[in-house]
């Protein structure tokens, strides 16, 4: 007993399983790690133009073509000093020379960059390819059937653009982030290229402008939209966990719970920006990739002995929780009692989630790294809770004593009502049995999970 007593899985006493070893963590508290807030100044981007050179390093074959593909780079843009640009120009062409072509992913990559005198080996660096076309997007009438089909690769123009921090030692968490953004960069490109470029005279045939490579407009004169779209990828990629924080407050736990709870989001009441900031924030908390591995085929049905539904199909369902902000100047008329902004139906929670909101509102809210690592930590500490649940009723399916320790642990762990729930999207018939009788002592006794 006093083992299970000492043992909650509570947020305030994670044990993290690393390499088959049980370490223990007193809290859910992220290592130390230098500051990432955004309104420093050590943040930086950089746009490059690649240009293809191709050279021939085998013609001896008749069948096989060997060539060697190296890429130049020019820059477009860059708020870097001069040294660091060309730092950061060597490691990129270091990094698209390893391919025989350009890489579609992005990456992240640690560089040392020298800057203002101090050379730092922590930058972290994602760079990604941009591709656009570098033919008139609207004049499709003038391009037949046989040229359209000789634009090829070559015949795109590919850029790459850097964002580089040199102090937000995880920004690989933000992977979706910066993917989503590089993507809303193709098109200031492609505007760009289409006014810049020199439209081919229409008295040229059609051959011989599929046999010649197109001519890439000089962007050295770049927009200022795509200069800003540059400037405020921090604010864009990294600011929305900072905006979600500040606006929602401490009612920041019921957002937790329905991120955990694999719920559908209904948002009322706030901009269209502030909506999206928060429905980023929601699925950095969301298991939704768990529910699906756990999620059960639907031609399998797990029944559970003794219940009244013997075809019942154990599964998550996923509630619908709406969320309706009030106007500021309506919270001031209110009293002092009921100044919240944030309505939530229904208005749910458990200890973990409460824990969760209280340290994260302990927090730097400018952290955004500290913060992201955090968020991962409780999805963590949720799947550990999760997987010793598991340990413990499978072992109570034969030992009585275990039996109560199930019970115990979802009495301490702060949301075993929720545990509950995943339990069931696998469990096997015996596992699920033992859960019904749980259940049925926990509603006979009216017992609290959260």
């Not at 037949?144 to 690769?153: C, D, F, G, Y």
């Not at 992977?175 to 290229?193: C, H, I, S, T």
Request: proline share 3%; charged share 20%.
């Amino acid at each position: 007993m006093a083992d299970s007593a000492s043992d909650t899985s509570s947020i305030r006493n994670v044990e993290i399983e690393t390499s088959g070893v049980e370490e223990k963590q007193g809290g859910l508290d992220v290592p130390e790690k230098t500051s990432g807030k955004l309104g420093d100044s050590k943040r930086y981007y950089a746009l490059y133009a690649v240009h293809p050179q191709r050279k021939l390093t085998n013609t001896e074959s008749d069948d096989v073509d060997l060539q060697e593909n190296s890429q130049s780079l020019s820059v477009i843009a860059t708020n870097l000093i001069a040294a660091a640009e060309i730092d950061l120009r060597k490691s990129i062409s270091s990094w698209l020379s390893k391919d025989t072509v350009l890489p579609r992913k992005g990456r992240f990559a640690s560089i040392g960059l020298n800057l203002e005198s101090e050379y730092s080996s922590s930058a972290i660096c994602y760079s990604s390819i941009v591709e656009s076309p570098a033919t008139d997007p609207l004049d499709f009438q003038n391009v037949s059937a046989e040229s359209s089909s000789s634009v090829s690769a070559e015949n795109k123009q590919h850029f790459v653009v850097s964002f580089i921090s040199f102090h937000d030692s995880s920004l690989d968490l933000f992977r979706n982030e910066f993917d989503q953004y590089v993507q809303g960069l193709a098109p200031l490109l492609d505007k760009e290229l289409f006014v810049a470029c020199q439209t081919p005279s229409k008295s040229a045939n059609n051959s011989a402008l599929a046999d010649k490579p197109l001519t890439f407009p000089d962007l050295s004169q770049l927009g200022t939209g795509i200069q800003t779209y540059l400037e405020q990828w921090p604010t864009a990629v990294l600011g929305y966990l900072t905006r979600t924080l500040q606006f929602m407050g401490a009612d920041i736990e019921h957002l937790i719970f329905a991120a955990l709870s694999n719920a559908s989001l209904h948002i009322s009441g706030t901009t269209n920006e502030m909506e999206e900031d928060i429905r980023r924030f929601f699925r950095c908390c969301s298991l939704s990739s768990l529910v699906e591995q756990l999620q059960p085929d639907n031609t399998s049905h797990k029944s559970i002995t003794g219940s009244s539904d013997s075809a019942e199909l154990w599964q998550l369902q996923a509630p619908v929780v709406s969320l309706t902000f009030k106007p500021q100047e309506q919270v001031a008329q209110e009293s002092s009692s009921s100044d919240s902004r944030v309505i939530m139906n229904p208005l749910r929670s458990c200890t973990f989630c409460r824990n969760a909101a209280d340290k994260l509102m302990s927090l730097d809210v400018s952290n955004v790294t500290k913060i992201r690592d955090f968020l991962e930590s409780i999805k963590l500490a949720f799947v550990h809770n999760l997987n010793k649940l598991k340990r413990f009723l499978k072992q109570a399916e034969v030992d009585y004593y275990d039996l109560y320790r199930s019970l115990c642990y979802l009495k301490k762990c702060g949301c075993g009502e929720l545990l509950m729930q995943y339990v069931k999207l696998d469990g096997e018939p015996e596992t699920l049995s033992v859960l019904a009788a749980l259940e049925i002592f926990i509603k006979d006794m009216n017992q609290n999970l959260t």
